[in-house]
């Protein structure tokens, strides 16, 4: 990196403005912009990263709470990574990688089972007027008709109207805030990949092949020691990580590109690697895009969360990783303990954070809800569907605005409008999961990174035709849950 210093032309005084240039610059210091920092700084590059909050890491990072590492919600990383990400990963964390078994419990008709599904406690927990119905619909799969135009739609017509109501629907307005009939079919496409009853049956009784749905990677110090790992190797390679350095505009018409920054900072690059959500860079760039590209960013939305993070004083609360709650009974949606994702002599004996995820809308009823208020609401969602009380130590609550893409009915013309828009920009390259508006994986996020990294070409070229190739292989993620 290298920092000189301009004379303002536009000020009467003469205002020095400070210019720092590297080869790349990196809006956002999540697992997609550390993970891409690193890789460019080890082909050699000099590398600027800019982050908003204090602390690198975005939504996979970790923090303390009462002696406890938690998370933003419930992460692992899923064993579906890529051999050479995964490889890369364990070189950095060595054991502290662990390879743990999943052990969550799912709420399906008033009832606990086991998570991922087992067929002979799935058998016994279904009402028997239930297991007819699901079989009925079964049998009578190929004979449904409809038009597929909405996710209550695909899902009704491929997996039958009981498992519909009973899982997805509930789920879906609890986590994007609309009906199924409202939502978008890619919305089924990208997030239920059992998406027939044969399927789903076949996942029960044998499992995923490679034991993929039953087994996960996490760190021992939390899942953001993932991030955190990167991050360290990237700065101990040269990368300039600025944290609490907001962006205020980019300029993309010149080469290089120039960010602007607090404190009169022009950062200077020949190319831009932002990870921040996509609508957010339409309102940042300069000059301004079309009207239609701001209408497009306008149009698209993020569902929020509040993360309600309860102390439980004496001990483990359940011996489970995770609790799923995709019924009315409560807004939360899933209920994880941190500690039982891992094996670490680190977390106390006494006491055990949990943590109960709330979707909701910035600006909203729950969004502004105060702690008290919110301790309330997750210990009566707690009794509403029997899980033990809270011992409660206290309560800390954080806030996310920008979580789950919204993939409302008629979401595509504005993204594609958008999208248009972010790819003729010369010199500016969008991915991640908010910077691609997608629902993706900690490790597609990082497969991303790798992937933009690889289009990189010395003296600042860009091979399009690569990202364009990588772009597709992107549109085909399915979450893995």
Known sequence: MIRTFLRDSTCPYGRQVAVESSDLLVLGAGPAGLAAAWRAATAGLSVTVLERAADPGGMAG??????????????????????????????LLGEDLQTRHRNGRLRVYGRWVGFPLRAGELAGAIPLAAVARIGCDTVCGPLRRGTGDSYGAVLTRSLGPELYRALYAPYAVKLWGLAGSEIDPEQARVRVSADTPWKLASRIVRGRGDGQGRVFHYPRRGFGQLVEAMASAAVQLGVDLRTSTAVHTLRTDGDPAIAATAGGVEHRASRVFSTVPLPVLARLVTPAPPAAA???????????MVLVYLVHQGGRWTTYDAHYL???????????????????RSDPADRSVLCAEIPCSVGDAVWSADDATLHGLVTDGLAAVGLPTVRSGGVVVRRLPHVYPVYARGFDGALAGLEAWADALPTVTTFGRAGLFAHDNTHHAMAMAYAAVDAL??????????????????????VED
Do not use: C, K
């Open 62 to 91: 970790s923090f303390t709470v009462d002696g406890v590492r938690v998370d933003h919600g419930s992460h692992r990383l899923h064993p579906a990574t890529a051999p050479r990400l995964l490889a890369d990963l364990r070189g």
């Open 457 to 478: 070409r010395p003296g600042g070229g860009w091979d399009g035709a690569a990202w364009a190739a990588s772009r597709e292989r992107f549109r085909a993620h399915v």
């Open 326 to 344: 995709p019924g009315p009974e409560t807004p939360v949606t899933r209920i994880s303990e941190p500690a039982n994702y891992r094996d670490s």
């Open 294 to 304: 701001l209408a497009s960013a306008e149009a698209l939305r993020f569902r929020a």
